[in-house]
Nanobody, 116 residues
Framework: QVQLVESGGGLVQAGGSLRLSCAAS????????MGWFRQAPGKEREFVAR????????VYADSVKGRFTISRDNAKNTVSLQMTSLKPEDTAVYFC?????????WGQGTQVTVSS
């Protein structure tokens, strides 16, 4: 069973940056695409970014394109999300998972709060 643990969230002012990390334990990601997702208060969880197993292909939600960068290190079994030019509307709990996501892999997420 894979356990995914997200970290790196925090409180930041608008225009600031944060780097989120996701570490897998129990098993490796395998040859799976990975994704970042987020859930804002009162809203459904939404897709943020996706990266192929090789890292060669990335896909972003329109709302974060040009500001966020997803990357992975298969040797370390980690996935990262570099977030720049943060906006208050980026405030949410951020999760990583395979993409498409597996229900049992959802972790606790990491809170990102962007103040205006």
């Amino acid at each position: 069973q894979v356990q995914l643990v997200e970290s790196g969230g925090g409180l930041v002012q608008a225009g600031g940056s944060l780097r989120l990390s996701c570490a897998a334990s129990g098993r490796t990601f395998g040859r799976k695409a990975m994704g970042w997702f987020r859930q804002a208060p009162g809203k459904e969880r939404e897709f943020v970014a996706r990266i192929s197993w090789s890292g060669a292909i990335t896909v972003y939600a329109d709302s974060v394109k040009g500001r966020f960068t997803i990357s992975r290190d298969n040797a370390k079994n980690t996935v990262s999300l570099q977030m720049t030019s943060l906006k208050p509307e980026d405030t949410a709990v951020y999760f990583c998972n395979t993409n498409p996501p597996v229900h049992d892999y959802w972790g606790q997420g990491t809170q990102v709060t962007v103040s205006s």
